[in-house]
């Protein structure tokens, strides 16, 4: 036979209630079933409310009483026919009746003691069970309403009872074999030997299941509950958490011990002492297979799940009267069992200097008053230190059977938290290798759950989640790419990019689970107006680990959040030179700040887009070498343009196909103006060590004094027509010569210049074509001949590409 429970989130209305009445009528044809009902969802908290109400002389719950009454009579209307409603609603009526009364009485005498409490709330699962035991005979099943009162028999503790377990296995066991059919039994109440109404205490419906199954001998116990068992980890935190198929009862003991409880496994005891297999099942997926909690547990993974502990207190209790003195610890202790306070964790190491217990926050001041009087002396005599808080910390636990058998679960723990940068201020681990618990802040939690849950179960990829502001031509670029290359990065490298978030200047969205990337979306008019604060405020509580925020934006309100990025321990990747060519302060703060964290700060494309010139630069930098000078074609539009010039086209019309072909910055004159390679070579510049401000870079601009204060690009555009002759001009005169207009830059002796120089067919950039770039480095190891590197340096793909492969170098240091 198989005991059945259902909870009252999963009979809170009729069709919940319809749904559950067929999953017992498909049930009882496979095996002898007898069933358990909490009472609708919310009866128990509005009886209590009414009596609250009531005690406090405030005659509003007479409503509330009515209310609940009115919802009980609907439901039996709605589930019973006509002919054979008569009895099942007189009883509601009684009920209520009894019930009226009783708030009456405690309206008058304004007392309202655990033992009343009980007797109110019995009337929850009374009622529930009566009515739903008359539906299931509607149904055609022979059902019987059992008064769980007449067989669990417990102490008179009001409130959380003790079952009497001798007494109790017999009444049930007689009941039994002299009342055949489905039984169909209140759960959560119980009695005293004098009659007296008592309650199980917290989850007792399953605890009434439990005993049951046990003194029944039951094949199976099955608690119907709204979640699908026992997930990896907490789903509210932790977006991919998955259902574990199977747990083994010490496993469920410990995972439940910690964070969010779908069982609560003291009430299984019962059962499990007579090694009853459990399934946790989903009333509204009955289809889900759930979870299975039984003697001995498949171990198809290294850990079983992951749990957790908010508001801990950190009590660190040390100094040298510790050491290898007997009986500090019993002291300790003891002194905080005799406080009640309750230790969650505990780690001593053994030099013996101090011993850190993890304690609820609300005891700390508490735990510290007692502990510092009872070593009072020691800590006068300086032979102990004052007793130190840590607030606002949590625990997090991996738990799982097989650690015991394989080696490296401690290692992966710790090496996912320290790769997300979270500090771990204590550790636990019993010799039963059952749970590894760890002590980290309270803000760390969430990402901490989530490392850990990728590391220890989202197959042995790692996941990079990439939050995108700045959805035009790099971004779009880039997400088609991230599409096209993903199965293989998938396969061949474990690595998984998804995108999380998107913006664009107006718009923005956001998808927990990772956007679709073969619909190439774009935040639009449906999504949520852009606001950059909430872009990072939501950002930052989805609080996955690995997170990258992808600034194709040219945007200098974007970079100014960096370094706030950077502290919430987000990594950046990004083409936008704003951040790096601003103040000199504030670039040094940023590459201290992701250095120091270890969160990185990737820029690659900055400078000649795709072209390896940052890293290449901070490799001769690390490895020690000294730049000297550095020369270089560092615009990519600005060469297309001089050279596209001596084909014949007109300067406006050579401009306006920079822009059309990607090359150029969305205002063009960003680029004209010479402010974009100046950007560049101060970048380039600090990247070698030099203390560049924009002072020391002089800037000649090639946009006619005419066209710099036009409002938009277009009008821009035409009126640069006006001054196609000047321009036609320059590069006749260059011609003449025999030489080539090159835009350059030349930084050397702190100075930087930047400009329109005319080369002749001698010079390294007289060669170049199309939107290349060609930067030379003259340093001490290479003096004789620079390091030389040349590419195309602008446009779509070779920036993309750019910034895609710094969010696959990102890959390498995450977990
Ligand atoms: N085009 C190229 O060859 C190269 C471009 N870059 C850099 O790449 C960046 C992007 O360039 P493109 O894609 O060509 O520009 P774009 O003009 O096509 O796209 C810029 C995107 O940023 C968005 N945006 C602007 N300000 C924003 C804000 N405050 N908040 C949210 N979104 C904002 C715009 O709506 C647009 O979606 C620029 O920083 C550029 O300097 C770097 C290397 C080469
Ligand atoms: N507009 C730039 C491209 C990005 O840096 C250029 O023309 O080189
Ligand atoms: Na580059």
């Not at 007296?196 to 119907?224: M, N, Q």
């Not at 200097?353 to 926050?361: E, F, L, M, N």
């Not at 939050?467 to 490298?493: D, R």
């Not at 710099?708 to 000047?726: I, M, R, T, Y």
Request: proline share 3%; with cysteine; net charge negative.
């Amino acid at each position: 036979m198989k005991i059945v429970k259902f909870g009252g989130s999963s009979i809170a209305d009729l069709e919940s209630i319809k749904n559950v009445l067929s999953i017992l009528q498909r049930a009882s044809q496979e095996e002898e079933l007898a069933v358990v009902f909490s009472a609708f969802g919310g009866v128990t908290e509005s009886l209590l409310k009414c009596a609250h109400l009531a005690r406090q002389n405030d005659a509003t719950y007479q409503s509330l009483l009515l209310g609940m009454e009115k919802r009980h009579l609907q439901l039996v209307k709605q589930l019973i026919p006509v002919q054979k409603q008569s009895s099942v609603l007189t009883y509601v009526k009684v009920r209520f009746n009894e019930l009226e009364d009783l708030f009456h009485g405690i309206f008058l005498i304004k007392e309202f003691s655990p033992r009343t409490s009980d007797y109110v709330v019995s009337f929850g699962e009374r009622i529930s069970a009566f009515i739903l035991a008359e539906a299931l005979k509607v149904a055609g099943l022979n059902s019987r309403f059992v008064d769980a009162r007449e067989l669990i028999r417990t102490n008179d503790r009001f409130g959380n009872a003790k079952v009497i377990f001798p007494t109790t296995n017999q009444l049930i066991y007689d009941y039994y074999s002299k009342n055949k059919g489905l039984l169909v039994i209140t759960g959560f109440v119980a009695s005293t030997d004098k009659g007296e109404t008592t309650t199980l205490g917290r989850s007792g419906s399953d605890y009434t299941a439990a005993i049951f199954a046990a003194a029944l001998k039951a094949d199976s116990l099955e608690i119907w509950t709204d979640v699908s068992g026992v997930m990896t980890a907490d789903p509210k935190l932790v977006y991919s958490a998955i259902t574990i198929p199977q747990l083994s009862y010490s496993e469920a003991m410990e995972l439940s011990h910690f964070g969010a409880k779908v069982v609560f496994p003291a009430t299984m005891q019962p059962a499990m002492r007579r090694k009853v297999p459990i399934y946790i099942k989903n009333t509204f997926q009955p289809e889900a297979e759930g979870t299975l909690i039984c003697e001995t547990s498949e171990n198809t993974k290294l850990i079983k799940g992951i749990s957790s502990l908010s508001h801990i207190s950190l009590l660190n209790v040390q100094g040298s009267g510790l050491v290898e003195v007997v009986g500090v610890s019993s002291r300790v202790f003891g002194t905080l069992a005799q406080a009640q306070v309750n230790v969650v964790l505990i780690s001593q190491a053994s030099s013996e200097h101090s011993i850190c217990i993890a304690i609820k926050s609300e005891d700390a001041e508490l735990a510290r008053e007692v502990l510092e009087k009872e070593f009072h002396y020691e800590i006068l005599a300086g032979e102990m230190d004052k007793v130190q808080i840590m607030p606002n910390m949590a625990v997090i636990a991996v738990v799982g059977e097989n650690m015991k058998h394989h080696p490296g679960a401690s290692g992966r723990l710790f090496q996912a938290l320290g790769r997300n940068n979270i500090n771990v201020s204590a550790i636990a681990q019993g010799s039963s290798e059952l749970n590894i618990s760890a002590v980290i802040q309270q803000s760390d939690l969430q990402k901490g759950l989530n490392a850990l849950h990728e590391a220890f179960f989202l197959s042995d990829n790692k996941v990079l989640h990439v939050f995108l502001i700045g959805v035009g031509l790099i971004g779009k670029t880039l997400i088609k790419m991230i599409q096209s290359q993903l199965a293989k990065l998938q396969e061949e490298y474990m690595l998984d990019i998804k995108i999380h978030g998107l913006a664009n200047s107006r718009f923005m969205a956001f998808d927990e689970d990772g956007f679709d990337l073969s619909t190439l979306p774009v935040p639009a008019e449906k999504d949520l107006p852009m606001n950059l604060q909430v872009f990072l405020n939501t950002m930052n509580s989805m609080n996955f680990s690995n997170s990258v925020l992808v600034d194709c934006t040219a945007s200098q309100e974007v970079a100014d959040t960096y370094q706030r990025v950077l502290e919430s321990k987000v990594a950046i990747v990004t083409p936008n030179k704003k951040a790096n060519s601003g103040p000199l302060e504030k670039y040094k703060a940023l590459k201290k700040l992701s250095g120091q964290r270890n969160i990185k700060f990737f820029y690659e494309t900055n400078v000649a887009a795709g072209l390896p010139v940052i890293n290449t630069l901070q490799d001769l930098i690390l490895s020690g070498d000294k730049v000297i000078k550095i020369e270089g074609v560092l615009s990519g539009s600005m060469n297309y343009i001089f050279s596209e010039l001596s084909k014949g086209a007109p300067f406006s019309e050579v401009v306006a196909q920079a822009k059309e072909k990607g090359y150029t910055e969305p205002d063009p004159r960003d680029d004209l103006s010479g402010m974009d390679v100046a950007r560049k070579i101060l970048i380039l510049g600090r990247e070698a060590e030099q203390e560049l401000h924009f002072e020391d870079v002089s800037v000649q601009s090639m946009v006619p004094e005419d066209c710099a204060h036009l409002d938009s690009v277009d009008e821009f555009l035409e009126k640069l027509k006006d001054h196609d002759g000047h321009f036609k001009q320059m590069l006749e005169e260059a011609d003449q010569k025999n030489e080539k207009l090159r835009f350059m830059a030349v930084l050397e002796n702190g100075k930087a210049t930047v400009g329109l120089k005319s080369v002749d067919s001698k010079h390294p950039f007289y060669s170049l074509v199309g939107s290349d770039n060609m930067i030379l480095f003259t340093t001490e190891r290479y003096h004789e001949f620079p390091m030389i590197i040349r590419g195309p340096g602008a446009g779509a793909d070779v920036t993309a590409a750019g910034v895609f492969a710094d969010i696959i170098r990102l890959g390498n240091y995450s977990r």
